[in-house]
């Protein structure tokens, strides 16, 4: 699997390829199934979440397929009600509830466990499975606000001014579970998107967002990924999270967030999904760009910079895609895709 040898930084012809949000609504066919089945239906349905986890897979030559749930999914099996609309709704829940709340039982999001095992039966023995989670910081913002917030002051007061410990050691607890169970149905790769951790300063961002991230990674027995958009001045902490890579956005170019993060790291990104509503000329440029910062070094994992938006044209997801599995031979003009590696 070219996703596990970029992650073990073993050298290879090209990166693997795969998206964020790969699964959704910028694809026509997930537009149709959601016309008939509510997001939450399709989620807790094994059957059409396998679909919609392979739907990204039928169209493009991708390395990994992510399994089609969201961040907030575990959190009704916690006893807290949750919406889409289509972003996460909840009623919001105090800090101290919040270190109150139900332990996961894994048997009641077996519905993710089990898309995992029915998609990953369909997929080629050459693409890797990637299960995920929502960082303990991020699912506690959405705990505290009730759902998206502009700039989350529930969240940064708990995290600035009082001591969210308890309730972090508690979402860390049942992020850990929910990723052993995906895992176990055979998830070979774990990614942890950590969306809102880049509000917090250096400081808090190390005293409670790191250690809760750490206790959900730690010795999983698969390779873990850490992701956390806008957390350019939180890069050189990221390590600390002990993941076996890092994911980063576009706001610095992908070599300097690189050096940031630490050259002895897997890096994964980092296209602005914004250019990606361009013209193709545009869209293949950048790709070529972010190939050319990657600069052919082990352990890169082409990605986004963030999920890919709703409004993306289908064309220049493949120009994207084609240009990576070209690369470099494409880039040059050649046209052969020589000794292409599983
Ligand atoms: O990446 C994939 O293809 C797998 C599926 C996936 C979804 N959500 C499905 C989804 C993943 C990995 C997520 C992660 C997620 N969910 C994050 C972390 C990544 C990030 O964007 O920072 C966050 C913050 C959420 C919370 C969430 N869920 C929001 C803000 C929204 C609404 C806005 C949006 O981007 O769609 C959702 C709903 C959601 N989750 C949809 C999908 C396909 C859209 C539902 C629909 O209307 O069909």
Redesign the pocket.
């Known amino acids: 699997m070219r996703l596990l040898r970029a992650l073990r930084r073993e050298p290879l012809d090209r990166p693997p390829i795969w998206f ?6 910028y694809l026509p066919e997930y537009r149709e199934l ?1 016309s008939r089945y509510s ?1 939450e239906e399709a989620m807790r349905s094994p059957r059409i979440a396998a679909e919609i986890t392979l739907q990204p897979l039928r169209r493009f030559d991708l390395d990994a397929a ?7 999914t575990p959190l009704p099996a916690m006893g807290v009600p949750v919406e ?1 609309a ?3 709704r909840l009623a919001p829940v105090e800090l101290r509830k919040v270190a109150l709340l139900r332990e996961l039982d894994p048997s009641r999001v077996d519905f993710v466990a089990e898309a995992i095992i029915s998609a990953r039966a369909s997929l080629d023995p050459s693409v890797a499975m990637i299960g ?1 989670c ?1 960082g303990p910081a ?1 699912i506690l913002a959405y705990l505290l606000e009730g759902g ?1 917030s502009q700039d989350h002051p529930a969240f940064r007061q708990a995290m600035e001014y009082e001591d969210p410990s308890d309730a972090l050691g508690v979402l860390a607890r049942a992020m850990r579970v929910y990723l052993r169970s995906q895992i176990e149905a055979g998830a070979e790769v774990v990614q942890m ?1 950590d ?1 809102w951790a880049g509000l917090l300063s250096p400081g808090k961002f190390r005293q409670w967002a790191v250690p809760a991230a750490r206790d959900a990674l730690d010795d999983l027995g698969v390779p873990t990924i850490y992701f956390a ?1 806008g957390a350019t001045h939180l890069l050189e902490s990221f390590h600390e999270v002990g993941a076996t890579a890092y994911g980063v956005d576009w706001r610095l170019p992908l070599d300097k967030s690189w050096q940031l993060v630490g050259g002895q790291y897997a890096l994964q990104g980092n296209l602005d999904p914004g250019l990606l509503l361009g013209d193709s000329e545009t869209v293949h440029a950048a790709t070529i760009r972010v190939l050319e910062e990657a600069d052919g070094r082990r352990g890169h994992i082409f990605n986004l910079g ?2 890919v938006r ?1 409004d993306t044209p289908v064309a220049n997801v493949e120009t994207m895609v084609k240009a990576v599995i070209g690369w470099p031979s494409a880039a040059s003009g050649a046209t052969s895709r020589v000794g292409r590696a599983t």
């Open positions: 964020m949000r790969q699964a959704g609504r959601r997001f992510i399994v089609f749930a969201d961040i907030m889409f289509p972003g996460p995920f929502g991020t998206g998107f969306s958009p963030h999920g709703p």
